[in-house]
């Protein structure tokens, strides 16, 4: 049973509170306010001996509370014990959930690093039965949510792997080795390096993080080390790359004499001699340490950035620069002069480097360069024992990044069907489940649990076999006859067509699709057009056309949707009636006059918009009766 401590000055609230989350599996302790303290101050002390005494696995505290009869420090109690309980070792671990009526004075204090990583709850001002249960989800995610055991920051989990995992990047974060992170897609090596980096003496400097993969071999270069002005058409002034941001650089690029801020080495200015005009300020600034770059996807990097990223970590800067860490130095593209860097380097990849060493894709002496210790994050299919952890945590992420109250129930039904799928996105796909639920939720209501769907094994396989079969038509390897023979299911055959439209991008045409699938006749493209209007997909956004009943039974459950989301749903093309629009009208106007209600209202249009569509799409006696045309 999670032991609960709540901190809250409403005497009706408190016992109401143990008594009802008492029904939830939560054991609810009510920290009882005594009858006039002296001072605020000494309320506070008293309140902080008794939270640290008896440690709690999650702190439900009322931050805007104030005592009666006490003086009006400028900041209520909860504000001042919040501020200690963070600062103290013992609650490193303990999740705190601001509980607060005051939503206005709360925000005002929102931008304050306090108020920034706990769990947030609003008191209810009516229908308290759904605020309990609202509450107790809350609780049983922020327990969930308490950090492994290590106390480490950005690692989520405590099977056996990450426990592992954990144990090493306690040690490693101490220490300024370069480590490679290995692992799928989607199983969280940024958050990996993440915790290496926040969990360590660099913690308070930059992470930066660039993906290698998402820059063509030209913009490499330039994102890993800058460029001064003039190095190539367009470069106005000098700009710093991953290396020096990472370092802590600041740049003062006025045109004729830039100024490069490092906190590197010893305090004071050095002018860079090699380069007239530029001044290099070497020294800590505001106490500051330097910090760490994330290489992610390293494999992607080409022949060239290698061979770059190669003496960047074989350079040594002179002695007298020296600080307590090695530094190494790096030349921006177009200059005469090196930079001195003080970074930790770590990277990741998806691929086995090793395998891309023997193929030649990968310097092997950049590779031994990299992976002076490996750490292989597991997929999630093999620590299926998280998933309750990671449920909880990333919709306490998705709830804070998006500025609304998301809950969810822990039960064991709805974990046990998480648990039946393998994943093969890994962590990204489970967030990604989380967030279409969470995108459906209606205002005003914030259970997911009900509108969450873990993704269908079979499908996706059938998603796999789709992806297959477009990457072979795209390579003009696969006819439509043939297409059509391996995939005698009508729902396969489409979904590899979908994915041949959309990846051929801007080039999609019925021309070129024609082409890719081998038709002939007098008009392939016809042919084309006449295959996807059976299957239902159209050359233009969006391409999947909705079924005619889907789109009526949404526009008559969501009175705000209306005719707007019809013509959206069908576009017109070419001035010609769409024969879907015309059918979604008809299965809308019937179910009004079925039940009694005004079909304009249902389609948020006025009477005289309705009967000008009824004329339009031919619909045949829309209103039948005086009796509905009355509603």
């Not at 801007?506 to 021309?511: I, L, P, T």
């Not at 039974?553 to 769409?578: A, C, H, M, N």
């Amino acid at each position: 049973m999670t032991r609960t401590l709540l901190v809250d000055d409403d005497s009706f609230l408190g016992p109401v509170l143990q008594r009802e989350l008492g029904g939830y599996g939560i054991s609810v302790s009510w920290v009882e306010f005594g009858p006039e303290p002296l001072s605020e101050e000494r309320y506070a002390d008293h309140l902080f001996d008794h939270l640290t005494k008896d440690l709690p696995d999650v702190l439900v505290l009322d931050v805007m509370f104030r005592v009666t009869g006490c003086p009006n420090p400028e900041e209520p109690i909860g504000v001042n014990l919040l501020r200690r309980l963070k600062a103290d070792s013992r609650y490193k671990n303990i999740p705190i959930i601001l509980y607060t009526g005051h939503e206005d004075a709360a925000a005002s204090l929102a931008q304050e690093d306090i108020m920034l990583t706990d769990f947030s709850v609003s008191k209810p001002a009516d229908d308290y039965a759904w605020h309990f249960a609202y509450l107790a989800d809350v609780i049983k995610a922020a327990s969930l949510e308490k950090e492994n055991e290590f106390g480490l920051k950005f690692i989520v989990g405590n099977s056996p792997a990450m426990r592992a995992i954990a144990a090493e990047i306690s040690l490693l974060a101490k220490r300024p080795v370069t480590v490679l992170i290995k692992g799928e897609t989607g199983t969280g090596k940024e958050s990996i390096a993440r915790a290496l980096h926040y969990n360590g003496p660099r913690a308070n400097g930059p992470f930066f993080a660039l993906n290698c993969a998402g820059l063509s071999d030209a913009l490499q270069d330039s994102q890993l080390f800058g460029y001064v002005r003039g190095a190539y058409t367009g470069a106005e002034r000098d700009e710093l790359g991953a290396f020096t941001y990472a370092s802590g650089y600041e740049l003062e690029a006025p045109v004729k004499a830039p100024r490069y801020l490092c906190q590197v080495g010893p305090p004071g200015e050095r002018v860079l001699s090699e380069a007239p005009g530029r001044r290099l300020i070497i020294g800590p600034r505001n106490g500051r340490p330097c910090g760490t770059l994330f290489l992610d996807e390293v494999a992607e990097l080409g022949p060239q950035a290698q061979a770059k990223l190669l003496r960047v970590l074989q350079s040594v800067v002179p002695l007298d620069l020296r600080s307590q860490n090695s530094l190494r130095m790096v030349r921006p593209i177009g200059a005469l002069f090196e930079l001195p860097v003080d970074v930790r380097i770590i990277a990741g990849t998806n691929v086995d480097l090793r395998e891309a060493v023997r193929a030649g894709k990968f310097r092997e002496d950049l590779f031994y360069r990299l992976s002076v210790v490996e750490l292989q994050v597991p997929p999630l299919r093999e620590r299926k024992e998280d998933i309750p952890r990671l449920y909880a945590h990333l919709i306490n992420e998705i709830s804070h990044e998006w500025g609304v109250h998301i809950s969810a129930s822990t039960d064991s039904k709805v974990l046990q069907d998480l648990a039946t799928y393998d994943w093969p996105g890994n962590i990204r796909e489970l967030r990604n489940c989380i967030e279409r639920a969470a995108a459906k939720l209606p205002d005003g209501e914030a259970r997911i649990d009900r509108r969450l769907v873990s993704p269908d094994p079979a499908m996706e396989l059938a998603d796999r076999d789709a992806k297959a079969a477009a990457q072979r038509v795209l390579a003009g390897e696969y006819s439509w006859s043939r297409l059509s023979k391996d995939f005698t299911d009508v729902e396969r055959r489409r979904r590899a067509l979908l994915k041949v439209i959309i990846d051929l991008g801007e080039m999609r045409s019925a021309e070129r699709i024609a082409k890719l699938l081998k038709l002939t006749g007098k008009d392939p493209a016809n042919h084309v057009r006449q295959i996807l209007t059976t299957l239902r997909l159209r050359l233009t956004e969006p391409f999947e056309i909705p079924e005619i009943s889907e789109v009526a039974r949404t526009v008559l459950s969501d009175g705000s949707l209306g005719w707007q989301f019809v013509v959206e749903s069908y576009p017109e093309s070419g001035g010609k009636i769409s024969k879907d629009r015309s059918s979604v009208l008809a299965l809308i106007i019937e179910a009004c006059r079925e039940a009694s209600i005004d079909p304009a209202e249902c389609l948020d249009i006025s009477k005289a918009e309705l009967e000008q569509l009824v004329v339009r799409h031919q619909i045949v006696q829309p209103f039948g009766s005086s009796k509905t045309n009355g509603v």
